[in-house]
């Protein structure tokens, strides 16, 4: 195989050590077992042409990553060892020393990683385009505050690195000019502060991709600013960000008293000489995530979720969530392919029923934990999604087996049917 560009061996048993099979072969190659000394041959030999190499979840030790970022005449521009938990700072160290050309670096998981790797990072690779450190839960401030010296950066992910706070991502992402920064991945990061979001604005309006699902600190500013700020923007996560509300995605400033949905459309008509306000002014939106954002109700979703573009919707555990809400979906929303309404407890047959019929793109639905939902919904279901590929009804209380059963005699395509408990 002499012009193989990438290999992948995630999660691959690895030896690194030795041949279980032959005693004292630490240094041998095998021919039974998958070792390091095989894979370090192979790229001796036919390595020279090798851009991208993933050995995520192996048990990759340190040592072992040492030699491998020395072996001559490769030069690995995409790697991932995600998952490797006994790497080290040092070990990336000289892994940056030795593969200069380095463009993307996943260590997600990797758990002893700390701020320096960072470091080593912005000085020894400063063409980096794509970084993975979530669950690297030792990052601190210092992580994030110098982003800005990584000027080809294109996506960041810091997800579940509870320690970086606002402060560090406003100096790492708006202190200097980042032309090529795309996404950003920032969930269940807990300091992140409507005060970062309004400053990334500023400084990234290009941005493609947003997901600031768990930031619990996040309100309607965040998403004022968001519809205000990011026009390119494509795909946005604000699932369990309980603190925003219909007025936040609708764009209007909050009531002293709640107002009706003919009120917030006159207010909407009035406010910019009738052009879309909220969420709406993200004409670019494909997959939008409001999950668990308990305070929207029919007001928000029937006035704010009107994309023209967008293919996935999820609305998880919106309790507030009716028929009516589905109605408008069903006629906002024309695109619409994958649709998620798990634990929406007030939807009913009926409003199912709308939806499956007017959007018949649909490949993916999980309408599961919603126990006002019978076999009429897997009738409508049955009758209207010829394109459904994958359906989501466990613990529908009200559907039967023999429903489901007719469900995939009419739906051939239907590839994945998640029913836990439906008796």
Known sequence: MPNVEKLSLSGCT??????????????????????????KAFLK??????TSLNLSKTGLPGSSLRELAAVPGIAIQKLNIA?????????????VK???GLTSLNVAMCGELTSQTVLHIETH????????????RRMREVAASKLYTLPGLQYISFAECPQVTSKALIAGFCSKPMPHLSSICLAHCTLVRDEFVEALGKAVPHLQELDLTSCLAITDRSVHAIAASFPELKRLSVAWCKNVTDYGILGLEKPSEEITQEEALALLAQRDAGLPTGL????????????????????GITCAIRFRELVCLRLNMCTGVTDQSLVAIATNVPSLEELSISQCY???????????????????LDISCNDKLTNRTLA????????????????????SHDALDKLQYHLPHLVSLQSRLVV
């Open 125 to 136: 690779v400063p063409q980096m385009q794509f970084l993975n450190f979530s669950k690297c």
């Open 380 to 399: 409508s279901i049955s009758q209207h999604c010829r394109c459904l590929q994958k359906l989501d009804v466990s613990l529908c209380s009200q559907m």
């Open 14 to 39: 690895i030896s690194y050590e030795f041949d279980p099979y032959v005693k004292g072969s630490e240094t041998r190659e095998s021919a039974s077992v998958l070792t390091f000394v095989n894979i």
């Open 280 to 299: 709406q002014r993200l004409a670019r939106l494909r997959v939008l995530d409001l999950s668990t954002c308990q305070q929207l109700s029919d007001l």
């Open 98 to 100: 030795k593969q200069t």
């Open 83 to 95: 998952g490797n938990r006994d790497l080290n700072d040092d070990d990336i160290l000289a892994l």
């Open 45 to 50: 030999q036919q390595g020279k042409k090798l």
């Open 346 to 364: 007030q939807v009913t047959d009926e409003g199912v029923t709308t939806v499956v019929k007017r959007l018949q793109r649909l490949t993916f």
